[in-house]
Nanobody
Framework: QVQVVESGGGLVQPGESLRLSCIISGTHFRIDAMTWYRQASGKQRELVASIANNNSPQYADSVRGRFTFSMDVGKNAGYLQMNSLQPEDTAVYYC????????????????WGQGTQVTVSS
């Protein structure tokens, strides 16, 4: 099976930065896509940034130009660099991964992390 673990959240002031990490672990798997979502209190979960099939990252309009999503394929990791954070960025950030893993034969997986809280407040 494949597991996803996020880290790096915290409390920062407006204008500051944070870097979130997403580590994928398991045996005999291949990552096809990795996506960051966030969910603010009382709101629906929304897509923040995604990378699929080693293509260029895609961003939500609300974070484009401030957030940068990168992947380290060798480490099965993804990083979300968040700059110029604003109070409206406050949310629980989730990492989601899709791909395939070998269990006799290659079969698809989809896995979510537990989320990491980001709070932007003065």
């Amino acid at each position: 099976q494949v597991q996803v673990v996020e880290s790096g959240g915290g409390l920062v002031q407006p204008g500051e930065s944070l870097r979130l990490s997403c580590i994928i672990s398991g045996t005999h798997f291949r990552i096809d896509a990795m996506t960051w979502y966030r969910q603010a209190s009382g709101k629906q979960r929304e897509l923040v940034a995604s990378i699929a099939n080693n293509n260029s990252p895609q961003y939500a309009d609300s974070v484009r130009g401030r957030f940068t999503f990168s992947m380290d394929v060798g480490k099965n990791a993804g990083y979300l660099q968040m700059n110029s954070l604003q109070p409206e960025d406050t949310a629980v950030y989730y990492c989601h991964s899709q791909g395939h893993y070998a269990a006799g034969y290659f079969q698809p997986y989809t896995a979510w992390g537990q989320g990491t809280q980001v709070t932007v407040s003065s």
